[in-house]
Each structure stands twice: as C-alpha cells, then as structure tokens.
C-alpha cells in the first residue's frame, strides 16, 4: 500500500506540497510535521488536505509526478480549487471523496 498526498501550510497559504510515501499516512505526515523533512520543514505548520491510496510505491510515484508536472496541472489544479473552496471536509480523499475524518495535531485522528 502507497499513499500520493497534499500538504497545505498554514504558514503561507498558497503553498501546497505534493508527496509520495509507504509508510502509514500518519507515520508520514509526523516526519513532516517534526521538521524532519527539510522541503516542509519551513512551512510547517502543515495540514493534510488530500491523499489517494494506491496499490504500490510504483503507482504511487507516477502519480505524484503526475500532479507535480504540466501533463497533470488542469487535473491539479481541479483538485486544489476543490480543496480551497472546502476546507472544512480536509483531509479529502481523493479522487474527490468519500471523506475522511481530519487528523489532528502531528497526524494523529482525534
């Protein structure tokens, strides 16, 4: 199991991170949230706002260099605007639901 993930800072709000990882989403966003990861590390804090499962870590890095590339900017850019104008329902996952319950500080569930 893979996870393709968006991170949202709090810091500067027009700032998203676009990530891959096979650890446990929460594990992940707690090495981000530390300060371990040194692209985050200065936009923390950050918030989970959307993620997709995905079969294998192999799946999961095509598609995170989707997103991060001009062949997936209309389909980025669809979900940021999703993610914008419903901040409530974060962290969304993807591709546009069902949602989940938001995580709470350092990637916990509440």
Do not use: C
Not at 9 to 16: A, F, L, Q, V
Not at 45 to 68: C, D, G, I, N
Not at 75 to 84: C, D, M, S, V
């Amino acid at each position: 199991m893979a996870y393709v993930y968006i991170l949202h800072s709090e810091k500067k709000p027009n700032w998203w991170y676009i990530g891959q990882t096979t650890l446990q989403l929460q594990e992940r966003i707690q090495i981000h949230a530390a300060g371990r990861v040194r692209s985050t590390k200065p936009y923390r804090p950050l918030t989970l706002a959307y993620f997709e499962e995905v079969s294998s870590r192999q799946e999961a890095m095509k598609r995170e260099w989707h997103l991060k590339h001009p062949a997936g900017y209309l389909e980025k850019h669809a979900i940021l605007q999703e993610l914008k104008s419903d901040r409530i329902s974060w962290p969304l996952r993807g591709p546009f639901g069902p949602r989940v319950p938001a995580l709470g500080a350092g990637g916990r569930a509440p």
